[in-house]
């Protein structure tokens, strides 16, 4: 399977100023990715795949970025290492991009992802974006303002060429919040996330590209993996959102042109 990488840009073309990117790259493939019994979210490690695929990540960047960000988890930290080596005098720093832990943090260790899939789902279902499961985890509302925080400091940087280094749900929750712009986080607001996030599965080392216009919003670029090479199923998931908006436009818009 070809890998993928995600990159975000932000910038000022309209306005004559410098565009901004950013490349958003999801850790390499992680022991419980792999199926292993794992102690705690935060120090999950790099499977050996995992590892070759951060260094492929790495030989992909051209030049050196002017910042280099990643989660404080290890699985993201190790695989910004592989690039960090290339480029050590590239500046880095730890933002608080980890991955949501949604579920209570002491009753998942020694747990593989299968054993904990019907909490999971029970979780979801439940779709009550306000509950915290326990100590050491965080309630959707608090995830969603994580990845809000992070786009305003993300557009206020001022490094025009940066590589962050994070996870799927966190990429998933900012990729969402530009292209959906939810007015507010509430339970049906929480399941339009869950459903795209599992039509836009991020896959280790799996990238998307957003672009920010001179108006500061942003947007989602086609995926395309480390080879060139386009990810089919997230490009088709993603042709069908544009339908559906496109639908809903022109209705709208059909609604309001109507005479009473």
Request: glycine residues 6%.
């Amino acid at each position: 399977m070809p890998l993928a990488t995600l990159l975000v840009s932000c910038g000022g073309e309209t306005t004559g100023k410098s565009m901004k990117n950013v490349r958003l790259v999801r850790h390499g493939e992680s022991a419980a990715n792999a199926g292993a019994v794992t102690l705690d979210h935060a120090s999950i490690p790099l499977t050996e795949k995992g590892i070759e695929q951060a260094k492929r990540v790495a030989q992909s960047v051209s030049r050196a970025p002017e910042l280099i960000i990643a989660s404080p988890f290890s699985r993201a930290r190790a695989t910004a290492r592989a690039t960090i080596t290339i480029f050590p005098d590239a500046p880095s720093e730890t933002w608080p991009i980890e991955e949501f832990t949604y579920l209570d943090p002491t009753r998942c260790v020694d747990t593989t992802v299968g054993q904990r899939k019907a909490w999971v789902d029970h979780y979801w279902a439940n779709a009550d974006p306000s509950y915290i499961d326990g100590e050491g985890a965080e309630s959707f509302l608090e995830f969603v303002g994580r990845a809000r925080s992070f786009l305003d400091d993300l557009a206020t940087h001022p490094a025009q060429d940066i590589l962050v280094f994070s996870h799927g749900q966190f990429l998933n929750a900012v990729a969402w919040l530009i292209e959906r712009k939810p007015l507010q986080v509430d339970a049906q607001a929480m399941i339009d996330w869950r459903r795209y996030e599992i039509d836009n599965h991020v896959r280790n080392c799996g990238y998307v590209v957003t672009r920010a216009l001179g108006d500061s919003s942003w947007s989602v670029s086609d995926p395309v993996d480390i080879d060139g090479a386009v990810d089919l199923n997230m490009l088709q998931a993603r042709l069908r959102l544009r339908i559906r908006q496109k639908i809903a436009g022109f209705i709208a818009y059909k609604r309001v042109d109507s005479p009473l």
